[in-house]
């Protein structure tokens, strides 16, 4: 199943961001669409916040550009892999996600360690967990 796209903000963020790295690195749309393999117009339309690429487009781009990870992907809200290209650990995402308070980073870090710890138990009492969750069966 496909994301949402980006609200109008991230789109515009990264469109601006992506306008800098195509201005330092002095080359045209045009060429960057070929050295990317796309249309043109789809350059234009990242650039206009229109559009955004998927997130392994936007890793060509940054490599492509020469930019750091992560510069193009955190303003579309995309997490991070490392220059090697592994995805990072959730830790790690939820610490350096910018659009995420302390008080969010907390709960999100514990809700993960809950379902990390759950992997060590008995898989059918995950289960009643799960049954128990769901709430008791409604004949309608």
């Known amino acids: 199943m496909r994301e949402p796209p980006p609200n109008p903000i991230e789109r515009l963020k990264f469109a601006e961001a992506l306008q800098k790295a195509i201005a330092d690195a002095g080359i045209s749309q045009r060429e960057l669409a070929r050295r990317l393999g796309v249309s043109q117009a789809s350059v234009s339309q990242w650039l206009h916040g229109q559009t955004v690429p998927r997130p392994g487009m936007a890793v060509r781009l940054e490599r492509e550009l020469g930019r750091d990870p992560g510069s193009l992907l ?67």
Not at 120 to 125: A, S, T, V, Y
Request: glycine share 8%.
């Open 74 to 140: 955190i303003p579309l809200g995309y997490v991070v892999v490392d220059p090697e290209g592994r995805p990072v650990g959730v830790p790690e995402a939820v610490a350096k996600d910018p659009r995420l308070g302390s008080r969010e980073r907390e709960i999100l870090l514990s809700l993960y360690r809950t379902l990390v710890d759950q992997r060590g138990r008995e898989p059918r009492q995950i289960e009643r967990d799960d049954q128990d969750l769901a709430g008791p069966d409604l004949d309608l």
